[in-house]
């Protein structure tokens, strides 16, 4: 039987005219074509080295975020903090050492010039006024019979105990006794802080090194160094000493190359906490050095070194006191400022250095030029840290009873100079308005 089919017509809209049709045509024609012609835009991040790789790339990427964290930092103390946190296996290098041929070894650590004698006075300083010789002369002497006459001790000194029994109390007394006398004469002495067996801290990088043996085997790594002094006795002052030469100075002097690592030295590597101290907190006004004071201890006296005949490292361990102290203090006050490796220095920071074994006295000027010691800063670095220094000269042949035969006037005199140069009336602004404004970069 057949089914019967129902159809139904469903009405249509009105249909588009042949004019509208034709615009509609051509309008998605224009549109498919500027789409064609338009560039494609990326819609993904750029690709970057994983912070966690082992490549150069990735290492290049930690590096410079590292960087970047250090030149954002909002104060100098968060900064500090940044640089020293990460704690790594370094070289600790003493200032006074029995090593042979240190102050070369020193030179190429701190990229220091050594220049013999001591620099001319800076161009635009007051000439400094004429103090009373006879006086301090006298200071000088009575500072030298309390410990050697006047004062009875019970017992003698135990063996390697005669600089710490004889010639500290007297570098102390000798330091003090100069200071109160020459305050008229240069007021900065007046304000100035003196400190006694203040510890002096700075941690730098130079170098670098293809790891030997561990689970970094292979890798490149920088060589990390440290110094850890205590001076006998340092002055600290409210404003910076004048500069010996210009920041740019050219210096005809090459820096001696060590081809060797510092192990050779020899120098032994430890892990402990980095720091930066010139032996006061950041707070403290008084932040910049005038003039340190290093007595050597026993085994390094002159005596000895010739009993194992060794004199012509007498004068390698004045030179190599000098240079390692000097730097150290120099560098952290740098860093106090606002300054790094990355960051290099827009004025050059003086200090000075005075080292005895309480009888001979050596002479030390030192101007730090850079900080940008590590491979990346020091490609197109041109400036070298300059270190002057005298040879030593004894102040005094021998005390017999209550009389110092052979007083050497010129060494009271160098020590009265240094002690009289003061610094400059404008006392400089710190870095860290300026360093925000650098580029990030190796």
């Not at 089919?5 to 042949?18: F, K």
């Not at 990326?42 to 290492?59: D, E, G, T």
């Not at 197109?380 to 017999?400: A, H, V």
Request: charged share 20%; with cysteine.
């Amino acid at each position: 039987m057949a089914t019967t089919r129902c159809w139904t017509l469903v009405p249509r809209g009105r249909a588009l005219s042949l004019h509208t049709a034709a615009r509609a045509t051509a309008a998605a024609t224009e549109t498919s074509g500027s789409d064609v012609a338009a560039p494609s835009v990326a819609r993904y991040p750029p690709i970057v080295a994983s912070l966690k790789a082992k490549s150069k790339a990735a290492r290049q990427r930690r590096v410079e975020r590292w960087q970047a964290a250090v030149h954002g930092a909002p104060s100098v103390e968060a900064k500090l903090r940044i640089l020293t946190k990460m704690q790594f296996m370094k070289y600790v290098v003493y200032p006074q050492t029995f090593a042979l041929n240190a102050d070369r070894w020193y030179q190429a650590f701190t990229k220091t010039v050594f220049q013999s004698g001591l620099p001319p006075a800076s161009a635009g300083s007051d000439p400094a006024p004429a103090p009373d010789l006879a006086a301090l002369r006298a200071a000088a002497c009575d500072c030298l019979l309390q410990e050697h006459f006047y004062l009875r001790r019970p017992r003698p000194a135990p063996l390697f105990q005669q600089q710490q029994a004889l010639a500290s109390p007297f570098l102390h007394q000798l330091v003090t006794a100069l200071t109160a006398l020459l305050s008229p004469l240069n007021p900065a002495l007046a304000t100035a802080a003196l400190d006694h067996k203040r510890e002096v801290h700075f941690y730098w990088v130079r170098g670098e090194e293809i790891i030997p043996a561990g689970h970094r085997k292979g890798r490149v790594d920088a060589l990390r160094y440290q110094i850890n002094d205590k001076p006998h006795n340092q002055i600290r002052i409210s404003a910076q000493l004048p500069e010996f030469v210009p920041l740019d100075y050219s210096i005809p002097v090459e820096i001696p190359v060590m081809k060797c690592k510092p192990d050779k030295l020899p120098l032994f590597k430890r892990q402990y906490e980095n720091n930066i101290f010139i032996g006061s907190k950041l707070a403290d006004p008084c932040c910049y050095g005038h003039t340190q004071f290093h007595l050597l201890p026993e085994k390094l006296k002159r005596e000895r070194l010739l009993k194992f005949n060794c004199a012509d490292q007498i004068e390698t361990i004045f030179r190599a006191n000098g240079i390692a102290s000097l730097f150290a203090w120099t560098g952290a006050q740098a860093m106090y400022q606002g300054f790094w490796s990355q960051a290099d220095l827009t004025r050059p920071f003086v200090s000075q250095g005075v080292i005895t074994d309480g009888k001979y006295f050596s002479f030390f000027c030192y101007q730090l030029n850079t900080l940008a010691l590590t491979v990346q800063a020091d490609q197109d670095n041109p400036r070298k840290n300059i270190c002057w220094g005298t040879q030593s000269m004894p102040l005094y042949e021998t005390i017999e009873n209550n009389e110092v035969k052979g007083f050497n006037d010129d060494v009271l005199l160098q020590i009265v100079q240094f002690l009289l140069n003061k610094p400059k009336e404008v006392r400089p602004q710190p870095l860290m308005n300026e360093e925000k404004t650098l580029d990030v970069g190796l």
